[in-house]
Nanobody
Framework: QVRLAESGGGSVQAGGSLKLSCAVSLDNMSKYCVAWYRQAPGKEREGLGFINQHDLRYVVDSVKDRFTVAKDNAKNTLHLQMNALKPEDSAMYYC???????????????????WGQGTQVTVSS
């Protein structure tokens, strides 16, 4: 079974940076698409980006100037580098993955088979 575990969240002032990590255990991350989502209170879960099993990397337009995705296959870890953070970036950040070999479709989080517990990001002004 795949287990995802996010880390790296915390509190930061506006304009600061955070690097989040998603550790994938008991399997090989290169066989999966792994995506980042966030969810603020009272709002829908929002897809941010992914790295798929063919190393295609995608970040949504709303954050692509500030956020990047990266991975370390040797450590089975996905990263989300967040720069120039804004208060509206405050949310719980999650990593998720569909079944092995399936692609990420960010608009369909219900199709994701695996989720971490999330890591909180709070950006203050």
């Amino acid at each position: 079974q795949v287990r995802l575990a996010e880390s790296g969240g915390g509190s930061v002032q506006a304009g600061g940076s955070l690097k989040l990590s998603c550790a994938v255990s008991l399997d090989n991350m290169s066989k999966y698409c792994v995506a980042w989502y966030r969810q603020a209170p009272g709002k829908e879960r929002e897809g941010l980006g992914f790295i798929n099993q063919h190393d295609l990397r995608y970040v949504v337009d709303s954050v692509k100037d500030r956020f990047t995705v990266a991975k370390d296959n040797a450590k089975n870890t996905l990263h989300l580098q967040m720069n120039a953070l804004k208060p509206e970036d405050s949310a719980m950040y999650y990593c998720g993955a569909p079944k092995k070999g399936d692609y990420c479709y960010l608009a369909m989080p219900s199709h994701f088979a695996y989720w971490g517990q999330g890591t909180q990001v709070t950006v203050s002004s």
